[in-house]
């Protein structure tokens, strides 16, 4: 899974500069989920 969490953060990211209500919310949701499962990885 990890090998691919860049492309999708970029995507992610990108996402931010179309100035839609919905996606920006869904991203941020994106981020959450990411923090969980790589957890560990930040506390370290």
């Known amino acids: 899974m990890e090998p691919i969490l860049p492309a999708y953060v970029e995507?992610?990211?990108s996402g931010f500069?179309?100035?839609l209500i919905e996606l920006r919310e869904c991203t941020h949701g994106f981020f959450s989920i990411v923090v969980e499962l790589l957890e560990?990885?930040?506390?370290?």
């Open 17 to 19: 500069g179309l100035q």
């Open 11 to 13: 995507a992610a990211i």
């Open 40 to 44: 560990d990885s930040f506390t370290q």
